[in-house]
Every structure is written in C-alpha cells, then in structure tokens.
Nanobody, 123 residues
C-alpha cells in the first residue's frame, strides 16, 4: 500500500499563494504518476495537475495553467503544488493521488488518495 499525507492548505485572499505538499510512503516503487485533484461543494472531483514519478513530465488543467506548478522532491518522496494568483473559484478540498499505470486526468484510474486539505480563497 501507499500512504499519502497532505499539508499546506488554509485560508488565503484572492491573488495570494499557497503551497501544498503530499508525502508518500510505503510501496512507492509502484507509483507511475501522482496528481492533484480538487472537489468543491456540489461539484465533481476534477483534475488539477499531475507529474510522473520521475518528475520529467507534468500536466495541468486549463483552469490553472500559468498559475499552479507541480513538482516533486525525489529524496523526500514528496510532491508539491505551488498555487499562485489564487481565485475564488480555486476554493475546494485538494487531494493528492497515485496512479500505478498511467498519466491520467481521470480520478477513477488513481488507486491511493490522501485525506484532503482545504483551500479557501476569500475576496
């Protein structure tokens, strides 16, 4: 199994920045890619950004391109999501997840999930 622990969420004003962290432990050798998803109240969980385990390839949802950056620290088995120029519509619970086989935007293909961290953007 893989354990994921997220941190870094909080309350921030519009235009501000936050950095989320997701530390992976356990059978990390089984991870092909990791991704960040988010879910706002009453909405479906949506893909935000992803990175392959080697850190050489990234992908972003159109809504966050140019504002968010996903990266990873190989030594710490940690993936980060740097979020800048935050907007009210970025308010959601953010989850990190692992995919054993593919670099995908579909949440159904991810097998392990973190507990989620709340990001609230205020005006």
């Amino acid at each position: 199994q893989v354990q994921l622990v997220e941190s870094g969420g909080g309350l921030v004003q519009a235009g501000g920045s936050l950095r989320l962290s997701c530390a992976a432990s356990g059978r990390t050798f089984s991870i092909y890619a990791m991704a960040w998803f988010r879910q706002a109240p009453g909405k479906e969980r949506e893909f935000v950004a992803g990175i392959n385990w080697s850190g050489t390839t990234t992908n972003y949802a159109d809504s966050v391109k140019g504002r968010f950056t996903v990266s990873r620290d190989n030594a710490k088995n940690t993936v980060y999501l740097e979020m800048n120029s935050l907007k009210l519509e970025d308010t959601a619970v953010y989850y990190c997840a692992t995919n054993p086989r593919a670099f995908s935007i579909s949440p159904g293909t991810y097998d392990y999930w973190g507990q989620g961290t709340q990001v609230t953007v205020s005006s």
